[in-house]
């Protein structure tokens, strides 16, 4: 049995990452037993919901399932589920059996974690990329946005706590080159994901972390190439002059971006409707109430994941492609973030305001919490 003990370290750390393994197995579940969803798609859409989990981590363990799987059964997100395998089951195998044998190898010889993982994660997203997945692949890009968003909350909170508290450290490797590192997966795999650059080069600004000087060079060229990428990609010089305002009267899709689509009101009437389609009209509010709390405890996560919102919005507003809603996904995922952190702040506030008779009320935001992934699985179930 002594085998099998733990140090106090280790069951820390084991619990804290428990609940973001409940919420992705049973995100799992749903994908495969109501999705329909292949075995190796569900698992890639389970691990964004893991990500996710651990995004929201911070406001308690309760909170964290729940959000992550109010995600999950988002239409956006649930419009991923079903199909059939678009992946060779066998070259899937043979790219994580290699980015396993490459990994164990760092691990042996350089003794350090962080670079095994790095070898691992950059061996299978090679292979993924050039022989395994398909270019542009949407559930790609959502996973690495939802692990993006954790190494960006994580290391804030970790290097920027709440105003009254002193700092608590500073980031760490996994975030300053986890972060590059996604970036680069994510912009060759779509150049779209250039839109969290700004997101992350404030996120890494505000850590007031020093980074070498061959960090920001390569950082710059990987920007600089997304963005060019992303121009040609998804601005045409026919559409980009397009008048917006004809295009939503005529019901239009295209999948490029219009330069006066910022302007026209029913764009951002449309940006709202698709938060609320997605979670309620309370889910918007709450998204609101968490931004602020956000902005006045934590200004650093507030601010960073407000310029990664803008920079979705705005692409929601100027692109009229049909898939707008799944390519919209981190804005979900950030909103998301904030819903939560506005009922763990309305819990707090029960807590404090309680009797020490009824601590209990502590549950009560969590349980109503509860009710909108609780409506969305019976939804998709056909029950409602």
Not at 50 to 58: E, F, K, N, S, T
Request: charged share 10%; with cysteine; hydrophobic share 60%.
């Amino acid at each position: 049995m002594a085998v099998f003990s733990l140090t106090k370290q280790q069951r820390d750390r084991v619990r804290y990452f428990l609940p973001a393994g409940a919420a992705g197995a049973g995100a799992w579940a749903a994908f495969m037993l109501l999705g329909h969803t292949p075995f190796i798609r569900a698992s890639g859409l389970a691990l964004v919901v893991v990500g996710m989990a651990l995004a929201l981590r911070p406001f308690g363990a309760a909170l964290a399932v729940i959000g992550a799987l109010a995600l999950a059964f988002s239409p956006s997100f649930w419009a991923q589920t079903g199909g059939a395998e678009s992946l060779n089951p066998g070259e899937v195998f043979v790219a994580l059996a290699l980015a396993v044998v490459g990994g164990g190898l760092a691990l042996v010889l350089s003794k350090r974690p962080f670079i095994a993982s790095a070898l691992a994660v950059v061996v299978f997203a090679g292979l993924f990329l050039a022989v395994v997945g398909q270019p542009r692949s949407l559930r790609l890009t959502t996973l690495l946005s939802a692990w993006t968003i954790y190494l960006l909350v994580d290391g804030l909170l970790v290097s920027n706590p709440r105003p009254d508290s002193p700092p608590t450290g500073e980031l760490r490797p996994h975030h300053t080159f986890g972060l590059l590192l996604l970036l680069t997966i994510g912009i060759l795999n779509d150049p779209l994901f250039v839109l969290l650059a700004p997101a992350i080069c404030l996120g890494l600004f505000l850590s007031n972390k020093r980074m070498p000087v061959w960090y920001w060079i390569v950082l710059v060229v990987v920007v600089a190439y997304g963005a060019r990428a992303m121009a040609l990609l998804y601005v045409d010089s026919t559409w980009w002059v397009y008048p917006a305002a004809q295009a939503e009267a005529s019901g239009l899709r295209v999948p490029f971006m219009m330069a006066d689509g910022w302007r026209e009101p029913s764009r951002w009437l449309r940006l709202g409707e698709l938060i609320i389609s997605q979670f309620t009209a309370a889910g918007l509010a709450l998204g609101v109430v968490g931004l602020s709390r956000l902005a006045r405890w934590y200004p650093p996560v507030g601010v960073v994941t407000m310029i990664a919102y803008a920079a979705f919005g705005v692409f929601g507003l100027v692109y009229f492609g049909a898939d707008a809603p799944v390519l919209l996904l981190p804005l979900l995922m950030i909103q998301m973030l904030w819903m939560t952190y506005a009922v763990y702040t309305f819990g707090q506030w029960l807590q404090k305001s309680a009797s020490r008779a009824n601590q209990n009320l502590r549950w009560l935001a969590a349980a109503v919490f509860m009710l909108l992934p609780c409506v969305m699985l019976l939804r998709i179930a056909g029950v409602l």
